[in-house]
């Protein structure tokens, strides 16, 4: 099992930036393959970003991509969401997401049943 702690939100001006982490505990870190999600109240939770084990591939979202940057830190047991230009329909809860990932190659998933753990979530409020 893996815990996950979310921290970083806060309220931003519309073009701002925020970095949002996603500290883990538990099980050894690269085993997963890790994702940012986020949900509007009202909405479904939405598919923002993943990362393979290694760091090494990653995937987003129309939506964010050229805008944000995800990454890890294995050896800090870290995940990270760098947001830029930040828009004020980017407003929303933020969580990231570990799914246990043993295969040989980084397949990326983008639907949030296939996660395995979740953190609690940090709140993004992008003003205008």
């Known amino acids: 099992q893996v815990q996950l702690v979310e921290s970083g939100g806060g309220l931003v001006q519309a073009g701002g930036s925020l970095r949002l982490s996603c500290a883990a505990s538990g099980r050894t870190f690269s085993s997963y393959a890790m994702g940012w999600f986020r949900q509007a109240p009202g909405k479904e939770r939405d598919f923002l970003a993943t990362?393979?084990?290694?760091?090494?591939?990653?995937v987003y979202a129309n939506s964010v991509k050229g805008r944000f940057t995800i990454s890890r830190d294995n050896a800090k047991n870290t995940m990270y969401l760098q947001m830029n230009s930040l828009k004020p329909e980017d407003t929303a809860a933020y969580y990231c997401a570990a799914k246990d990932d043993t295969s040989r190659y980084f397949s990326p998933e983008t639907r949030p049943q296939t996660y395995d753990y979740w953190g609690q979530g940090t709140q993004v409020t992008v003003s205008s």
């Open positions: 990362i393979s084990r290694g760091g090494g591939n990653t």
